[in-house]
């Protein structure tokens, strides 16, 4: 089964064009997902494992 992704900041499904999903540049461990609207208005999000904050 695959695994479904969603957005750290909103918390919507990512299946709509302009989604990303990239490792935390912090501690690389956890996966961080961003939705086309969240990354458009620079929503900020925190890693879930080490609490890295970013734009």
């Known amino acids: 089964m695959a ?3 969603v957005c750290t900041s909103c918390g919507v499904r990512l299946v709509d064009k302009g989604t ?16 086309a609207q969240c990354r458009d208005q620079s929503v ?3 890693c879930p494992e080490c609490g890295y904050e970013g734009p």
Do not use: H, L, M, W
């Open 44 to 46: 900020e999000y925190a």
């Open 20 to 35: 990303v999903v990239f490792k935390c540049p912090s501690c690389v461990k956890a996966d961080i997902g961003r939705c």
């Open 3 to 5: 695994t479904e992704f």
